[in-house]
């Protein structure tokens, strides 16, 4: 398992390395950084003495080093539009997302499992017809249009929920604000992990299900039905263990591209959060906070995968060996 650890350490650092020099590389196309500084109004030669001081003009390879070096420390820039350190406006923004993204991920576990574990002990019934039939539907429209009917319905409508911003938070652990803490912060955050879980979900279920129609065909489980063992335990026990594996990665994976898709739906609700934070530095060309964000969501979906991968091998420790062997 250490080996295995070490390896995949490993293989994260490479592939921050390349989400970092890509995230670099595209800054260069996203305007001229000191007209972001001084505007208009300075004069050509102290406009090239400033990229000078600041670098600009010398070659590409020393200012990514440069900027490598600076990223090693915590330092992704400065915003041009909040005028504080770029790593620090995303690390104010980041517990509105993680929360939105955790209530989202709350929703797809508790539905996904025992939809797609009926429907594939009763595949011809009529629940699971209506259950597929959802999912499909589900799939098909965009989250964005999730989101905006939730709002006339539930919000303009009946008056029942919220329809923008995080409500009432508190601080716990220091900085870190939530709104599981509060009975308005919940009542906030239901409809956004709601609107974020409908593009996942539908495809959870139907994942599970055709997993799970697979395992109970296999003779292992033949075997314990001829035991007389309970189908309870034969489904939940022996069946879906087995259908998790293959569930855990391709889950674990998009689950941490979940955090790039709260774009939509933090736009929609006004919801305080990073997806937000970098559509406003894109309408506002803030190249340093557009840069630490791909490259703090980049992190992100890395750790996700590493962390999903050692589960996978916790769970099938078979996994492990044969990787480590190869």
Request: aromatic share 12%; charged share 15%.
């Amino acid at each position: 398992m250490f080996a295995y650890l070490v390896k995949r350490i490993f293989q994260a650092i490479a592939v921050m390395l390349v989400i970092s020099l890509i995230a670099f590389a595209i800054q260069g196309n996203l305007g001229d950084p000191l007209r972001e500084l001084v505007g208009q109004s300075v004069s050509e030669e102290v406009r090239q003495q400033l990229r000078d001081e600041l670098g600009l003009n010398d070659p590409f390879f020393v200012q990514y080093m440069r900027f490598l070096g600076n990223a090693l420390q915590g330092d992704l820039g400065t915003s041009y539009f909040f005028k504080e350190p770029a790593l620090d406006v995303i690390l104010k923004k980041l517990p509105a997302t993680l929360e939105l993204v955790f209530g989202a991920t709350i929703l797809i576990i508790g539905l996904s499992i025992p939809l797609g574990v009926y429907t594939a002990i009763r595949p011809n019934g009529a629940i699971t017809r209506i259950i597929l039939s959802l999912s499909i539907v589900g799939l098909s429209i965009p989250v964005f249009l999730t989101a905006i009917l939730m709002i006339f319905f539930f919000s303009v409508e009946l008056g029942w929920m919220p329809s923008f911003g995080r409500g009432e938070i508190v601080h716990v652990l220091g900085s870190w604000e939530t709104n599981f803490a509060t009975k308005d912060g919940w009542l906030h955050i239901i409809m956004p992990s709601i609107a974020l879980s409908s593009i996942m979900l539908p495809m959870f279920i139907r994942l599970i299900r055709a997993e799970m129609m697979d395992v109970l065909q296999s003779e292992y489980v033949r075997y314990a039905q001829a035991k007389g063992i309970a189908p309870w335990r034969i489904y939940f026990v022996h069946g879906l263990k087995n259908t998790l594996l293959p569930v855990i990665t391709v889950g674990g994976v998009q689950i941490g591209t979940m955090v790039a898709y709260t774009i939509l739906t933090e736009t929609v609700f006004s919801w305080p959060g990073m997806g937000a934070m970098f559509l406003e530095a894109v309408n506002r060309v803030d190249t340093p906070l557009i840069v630490a964000y791909l490259i703090v969501v980049g992190f992100i979906f890395v750790v996700t995968n590493t962390i999903v991968d050692l589960i996978y091998g916790l769970v099938n420790p078979t996994i492990n060996l044969a990787r480590m062997g190869a």
